[in-house]
């Protein structure tokens, strides 16, 4: 898979083309500021960018906005943002109305590896990688009528494991279940939460979102 | 009420002459031609000038006082007549006049008694003057007991007793000293004591008064002794002069205090004229009032308080503490309040009109006081931002010395001892490094939670309103965001109402026991409104602790003000007004 890493600290950016490298990617550009990002993408067509948030030139939320950028000019390409903070204003910002080829993860999870690279390879294949810390933030609001009160605490940690974008299989993995048991956690997850059900992992993601945020 | 003064008039005049025509046709009367002339003009003197100051302060007792005095005194005349019921009545109530004397002298100029102790005296006057001696009246043979040969009989007379009347007469008699004695020494301090508007006013009947109880205390002296009957009488004559003045110093005092009433207005309107200095005015005013106590206080209508010309905060005196306020408006806006001697009470129109006639200076100095009170505002909130900033960074300190420091340097060890355990003991050098991560993962968290706080990125990066969005989401109670700016404000701005909105909702879920809160973001007259409020239990007090006072100095610095509404059971709003273009 074809990849393009932006972020300023070279440190960083040339970890995480190593990191990726190491587990068969190939990067085809680097970049370190927005606008060098928007041109690689521009040349290499990737099948995913790596984007920090802060870069250059204004060192705020530049990154962001090259990535929303991107997913206008080239749908194919995934972008997956790595943020310093938990701001689930900008992961809902990114995701707009598709949480497909779409992630934002906490820079620190570039550490966990596996996951990382997972998170990668998904949004490359369309899918989506929402930070855990993002989910918990939205499903952790205070309401005032909380539909969220119905759910068993199983049912709750299946619904954050798919905000996160994960697959029936990669959440019964993690729940130690079986799918078919995964299964019927998400149909009853939505029956509560009176949610159309959805067949691909990125609408189901976009669906809970939107009931989240909501 | 002003026909029922004309027909006392028209009853002290009948009084006093029926007196003169009985000391005229009486037969025993000593010293016809000084006493009756004096007589009469003590009694219309005081019945005149009563009735004058009755009618013109119908709420001040002074004048009836005075009346009730004219007459007592006409009552104590009739003892000279020769018909023997009318000389009973006037030698048994011939003290009367006393009683009423002193309690006009305690209760002037404000027309009530001021201590107890004054009420007990005054009461214990009508005691000895309208019942002791009238009782004791019955008991008295007026050739033995009061050497009159030729006086008439007492038809009121039932026993002779002489030991009880010498004994009960010397008793009141000393009762009757301590009680003049008490009165000249109330005078004395009076004089002494006085503020200057009551000294320039009141001086000469305080003196008058003095002068009344010396020669009181040396008639009854000389009564309880009985050195001589001569000197008695010239002591009884003598003593009669500043009485007979009394009541003209009382209207003299009156007429004064009007008269350099208009006169100063004058004055001042001229003295305005030659564009005072600040501080000037105050002592314009000062003079045009006569009082040298007086205060100037300015309306600071942004803060709804007073303060005085170096703009430091003034509390509005209380009833009763001896000091009268008066308020000057302009448009019908409250400017100032000059706090002057409660004496001047009486003079507030005038007090009015002397406000009035400076109510554009005033404007021009409350400016100036409003000025001085923001400096020392400022200079204080600077000092408490200061402290504010330094608390904070011994705070950050601590954080990050309790925190990430200490997460880094155990790490750094295990990290240290796995590296020395890979090839001897690979699953503990795992384990350790296992750990190590872990603490990588928690010093990062506690980073980002430090690095929040300190400035929330995203408020920079996206506004206010996003950045309001994630503090509701934030917050452990439900947040409805009710109304937001909808548009990027000046940083300092964003960042204030950010910080209103984060200390309220931090006090909400601290203390409030609510159930939801509510943020609401309007723009007014220039200002951004930001309003926080809940549902709670309310009682929150702005002085109390530092979070709501660090957030007024906040506000302070950008010129934004803070308002606290929390009354217990009822909730908390917060509201700030924060300048914005």
Redesign the interface.
């Known amino acids: 898979m074809r990849v393009v890493v932006a972020d300023d600290s070279v440190l960083l950016r040339e970890g995480v083309v190593r990191l990726l490298e190491d587990s068969g990617f190939e990067v085809v550009g680097q970049a370190g500021d927005a606008v060098d990002l928007l041109r690689k993408v521009n040349a290499h067509k990737p099948d995913v960018a790596v984007v920090d948030i ?1 870069m250059p030139p204004t060192h ?2 530049d990154g ?1 906005r090259a990535a929303l950028e991107i997913r206008k000019q080239h749908p194919d390409t995934g972008v997956l943002v790595l943020s ?7 992961a809902l910002e990114l995701v707009g109305d598709s949480a497909g080829g779409v992630g934002y993860l ?1 820079k ?1 999870r570039v ?1 966990d590896v596996d996951r990382f690279v997972d998170s990668v390879k998904r949004v490359a294949q369309g899918g989506s990688a929402l930070d855990p810390e993002v989910v918990a ?2 499903v952790g ?4 009528e909380d539909p969220l009160d119905e759910l068993t605490p199983r049912e709750r940690e299946a619904l954050e494991l798919m905000a996160e974008g994960r697959s029936n299989t990669a959440i019964a993995e993690h729940m130690v279940v079986t799918e078919r048991a995964v299964e019927k956690h998400v149909t009853s997850i939505f029956g509560k939460l009176g949610l159309v059900p959805a067949s691909e992992d990125h609408r189901r993601v976009l669906a809970v979102l939107t009931f989240l945020r909501s | 009420m002003r026909r029922a003064l004309w027909c006392l008039a028209a009853a002290g005049f009948v009084f006093g002459v029926i007196d003169l025509a009985l000391i005229l046709t009486s037969e025993f009367a000593p010293d016809r031609e000084l006493s009756t002339a004096l007589g009469l003009l003590i009694g219309w003197g005081f019945v005149g000038a009563g009735l004058f100051a009755w009618a013109r302060r119908p709420d001040n007792r002074v004048g009836m006082l005075m009346t009730a005095t004219g007459f007592a005194w006409f009552l104590a005349g009739l003892s000279l007549s020769d018909i023997p019921l009318l000389f009973v009545i006037g030698a048994a109530f011939g003290s009367l006049y006393f009683a009423t004397a002193i309690h006009m002298l305690l209760a002037a100029p404000q027309g009530r008694l001021q201590s107890r102790s004054e009420k007990r005296i005054v009461g214990l006057g009508y005691v000895l003057t309208a019942l002791v001696v009238p009782v004791l009246f019955v008991f008295v043979d007026p050739e033995r007991d009061m050497e009159c040969v030729d006086c008439p009989e007492n038809v009121l007379y039932i026993a002779s007793s002489e030991t009880l009347v010498r004994v009960v007469s010397v008793a009141v008699n000393f009762v009757g000293l301590l009680l003049v004695v008490f009165v000249l020494v109330s005078l004395v301090l009076r004089l002494l004591r006085a503020s200057a508007p009551e000294r320039r006013l009141y001086a000469p009947v305080y003196a008058a008064g003095v002068a009344l109880m010396i020669t009181l205390i040396a008639i009854l002296v000389l009564q309880s002794t009985s050195v001589s009957n001569e000197a008695d009488g010239v002591v009884s004559t003598v003593a009669l002069v500043p009485l007979a003045l009394m009541p003209y110093l009382f209207l003299a005092s009156f007429v004064r205090a009007r008269m350099f009433q208009t006169g100063a207005v004058g004055e001042l309107i001229a003295r305005l004229g030659e564009a005072p200095h600040p501080g000037d005015l105050r002592d314009a005013l000062a003079q045009a009032l006569g009082d040298p106590s007086l205060e100037l206080v300015y309306w600071l209508p942004d803060d709804k308080r007073f303060v005085d010309a170096v703009g430091a905060p003034f509390d509005l005196p209380s009833d009763g503490s001896g000091r009268a306020v008066t308020k000057v408006e302009q448009e019908g806006e409250c400017v100032a309040a000059i706090v002057y001697d409660a004496m001047l009470r009486d003079a507030r129109d005038h007090v009015r009109a002397v406000g009035a006639a400076a109510a554009l200076a005033l404007k021009n100095e409350r400016l100036d006081a409003e000025l001085r009170a923001k400096v020392g505002e400022l200079r204080s909130s600077r000092q408490r931002m200061l402290s504010i900033g330094l608390e904070e960074r011994r705070r950050l300190e601590r954080d990050l010395h309790d925190g990430a420091q200490q997460r880094l340097v155990s790490m750094a060890l295990n990290l240290r001892v796995a590296r020395d355990k890979l090839r001897d003991e690979p699953d503990a050098a795992e384990g350790l490094l296992e750990g190590a991560s872990h603490e990588l993962d928690a010093a990062l968290a506690e980073l980002r939670e430090l690095a929040r706080g300190i400035h929330p990125a995203v408020l920079s990066d996206r506004g206010l309103d996003t950045a309001l969005e994630t503090l509701a989401s934030r917050a452990p109670v439900p947040v409805e965001l009710a109304a937001l700016p909808g548009e990027r404000l000046p940083e300092a701005v964003e960042l204030a109402a950010y910080y209103v909105v984060s200390e309220a909702l931090t006090n909400v879920a601290k203390y409030a026991d609510a159930s939801h809160a509510v943020v609401d973001i309007g723009r007014d007259n220039g200002r951004l409104v930001v309003a926080v409020s809940d549902d709670g239990v309310g009682g929150a007090d702005p002085e109390q602790g530092t979070g709501l006072r660090g957030l007024a100095d906040r506000l302070a610095v950008i010129e934004g003000r803070l308002e606290v509404d929390s009354e217990r059971g009822r909730g908390t709003k917060i509201t700030a007004r924060i300048p914005c273009g």
């Open positions: 802060r705020t939320d962001l310093q903070y938990v701001e689930e204003s900008y906490l620190d550490a933030q939205l609001r205070a309401r005032r």
